[in-house]
C-alpha cells in the first residue's frame, strides 16, 4: 500500500521556538494532504486541507498565522507551529490522498513544548 | 467538523471473546475506515468499505455498514491481548475524513 512518512517522529522544543514536521507521500503524488492533531485520549481534529500549490484552507478555530503550512510539491507537506507554548503539545498527524481519493496516514509527531 | 460517536467508549473482555464496536455518523460519505491506535503511537489502517458495500472481512474483522441508519460495526473476533488498543472509525465524504470519537479495547489474558 501507499506510504506516508512523518519527521520526526518526536521532538522537544522550548517555549518560543518553532518546530517543523515535514509529512512525504513516499510512493504516490498526492494533491492534498491533511494535518490533524489529537490531544491526549481524544480523537484526531482536522486542523487544515491543504492542495498543492495553493494555500491550506483551515479549520475553524485553528490559527493559520500560527500553523504555517506549505505544500510545495506533490509529495512533501509542512506544518509549522510558531512560537510554540506547552498548549501546543499534541501528537500531530498527517495523511496524504491518492487521485483516487483515499487517505494514508503518516505515522505522527510528537510534539513536546517546554 | 463533526465527529462521528462511537460506542462503546471502553470495552473490556477476556482473551478470546469477541468484541464488537460501533460508529454513527452524519453526513454522507464516499467510503468509511477503521484504524487501530495504540498508546501514543500512529495509526494503523485496518479495513476500507464502500459506501455500496454492506459487510467487508479481513482475517479476524468484520465490517459492517449500514448507509440508512449512517452506521458501521467493527467486529473482532477470537480477541487477542495484542489487540488492545483504541479504535477508530473515519468518514471519508469528498476529500474529508472525519474521525470517530474512539473505543478503547482492553483484551485481559
Known amino acids: 500500500g501507499a506510504v506516508v512518512s512523518q519527521h520526526p517522529s518526536w521532538v522537544i522544543c522550548k517555549s518560543g521556538t518553532s518546530v517543523k514536521i515535514e509529512c512525504r507521500s513516499l510512493?504516490?503524488?498526492?494533491?492534498?494532504m491533511f494535518w490533524y492533531r489529537q490531544f491526549p485520549k481524544q480523537s484526531l481534529m482536522l486542523m487544515a486541507t491543504s492542495n498543492e500549490g495553493s494555500k491550506a484552507t483551515y479549520e475553524q478555530g485553528v490559527e493559520k498565522d500560527k500553523f504555517l503550512i506549505n505544500h510545495a510539491s506533490l509529495t512533501l507537506s509542512t506544518l509549522t507551529v510558531t512560537s510554540a507554548h506547552p498548549e501546543d503539545s499534541s501528537f500531530y498527524i498527517c495523511s496524504a490522498s491518492t487521485i483516487q481519493s483515499e487517505q494514508y496516514f503518516g505515522p505522527g509527531t510528537r510534539l513536546t513544548v517546554t | 467538523s463533526q465527529q462521528g460517536e462511537e460506542d462503546p467508549q471502553a470495552l473490556s473482555i477476556q482473551e478470546g471473546e469477541n468484541a464488537t464496536m460501533n460508529c454513527s455518523y452524519k453526513?454522507?460519505?464516499?467510503?468509511l475506515q477503521w484504524y487501530r491506535q495504540n498508546s501514543g503511537r500512529g495509526l494503523v489502517h485496518l479495513i476500507l468499505?464502500?459506501?455500496?458495500?454492506r459487510e467487508k472481512h479481513s482475517g479476524r474483522l468484520r465490517v459492517t455498514l449500514d448507509t440508512s441508519k449512517k452506521s458501521s460495526s467493527l467486529l473482532i473476533t477470537a480477541s487477542r491481548a495484542a489487540d488492545t488498543a483504541s479504535y477508530f472509525c473515519a468518514t471519508v465524504g469528498y476529500q474529508k475524513v472525519t474521525f470517530g470519537t474512539g473505543t478503547k479495547l482492553q483484551v485481559i489474558p
Open positions: 468499505i464502500r459506501s455500496n458495500e
Open positions: 453526513t454522507s460519505i464516499n467510503n
Open positions: 510512493d504516490f503524488q498526492a494533491t492534498t
